[in-house]
T-cell receptor
Framework: GAVVSQHPSWVICKSGTSVKIECRSL??????MFWYRQFPKQSLMLMAT?????????EQGVEKDKFLINHASLTLSTLTVTSAHPEDSSFYIC?????????FGSGTQLSVL | AQSVAQPEDQVNVAEGNPLTVKCTYS??????LFWYVQYPNRGLQFLLK??????LVKGSYGFEAEFNKSQTSFHLKKPSALVSDSALYFC?????????????FGSGTRLQVQP
């Protein structure tokens, strides 16, 4: 099946720094990618919808200036957590749409000290 | 607005026994329902979906799910559990009436199959 590669799988950073997470569709082109966030024992919460070549659409309550999304090509979307704080520590997972199907990355565990 | 509830954080079952992982949903339009499984250090993998048609949907690895409109449920089932089925299972929904592809997920249920 189609593969979505998400990198890094885990990252530890200091408070105030920025972290970039990459989501790549390895064998298909994805015009739409989604970014989710998951807190322990809670649902995957949709943060934003990323469309190639246009601005991302953010869900209510998600700060677009803090969570910068770039979908510059049909195979790559990036999520940058700017000026990270401990409350941004979470599990982030992307998914890429191919036709009617969604394929998910393996997720990134972010820990902000 | 749409939502998904998975009332059980964890389900324990002995190998060879039938298993059920519960899911109920709320959506204002037409429910498109999905089950995904997540193994450690892996991405979410698609198991099965209900869009329309037969209420009993068969999916990968011997799993099936039954859509029950009156109870707004979409429970995942398997007649005989395997130890290798141990994983985290997510139910998800989207409103088929809209063009929005993003899914709303439940909180996940960890399935533990004991040998």
């Amino acid at each position: 099946g189609a593969v979505v590669s998400q990198h890094p799988s885990w990252v530890i950073c200091k408070s105030g720094t920025s972290v970039k997470i990459e989501c790549r569709s390895l064998d298909f082109q994805a015009t739409t990618m989604f970014w989710y966030r998951q807190f322990p024992k809670q649902s995957l919460m949709l943060m934003a919808t990323s469309n190639e070549g246009s601005k991302a659409t953010y869900e209510q309550g998600v700060e677009k200036d803090k969570f910068l999304i770039n979908h510059a090509s049909l195979t790559l979307s990036t999520l940058t957590v700017t000026s990270a704080h401990p409350e941004d520590s979470s599990f982030y997972i992307c998914s890429a749409q191919w036709g009617e199907k969604l394929f998910f990355g393996s997720g990134t565990q972010l820990s902000v000290l | 607005a749409q939502s998904v509830a998975q009332p059980e954080d964890q389900v324990n079952v002995a190998e060879g026994n039938p298993l059920t992982v519960k899911c109920t949903y709320s959506v204002s339009g037409n429910p498109y329902l999905f089950w995904y499984v997540q193994y450690p250090n892996r991405g979410l993998q698609f198991l099965l979906k209900y869009i329309t048609g037969d209420n009993l949907v068969k999916g990968s690895y011997g799993f099936e799910a039954e859509f029950n409109k009156s109870q707004t449920s979409f429970h995942l089932k398997k007649p005989s559990a395997l130890v290798s089925d141990s994983a985290l299972y997510f139910c998800a929904v989207r409103d088929g009436r809209t063009g929005r592809r993003a899914l709303t997920f439940g909180s996940g249920t960890r399935l533990q199959v004991q040998p």
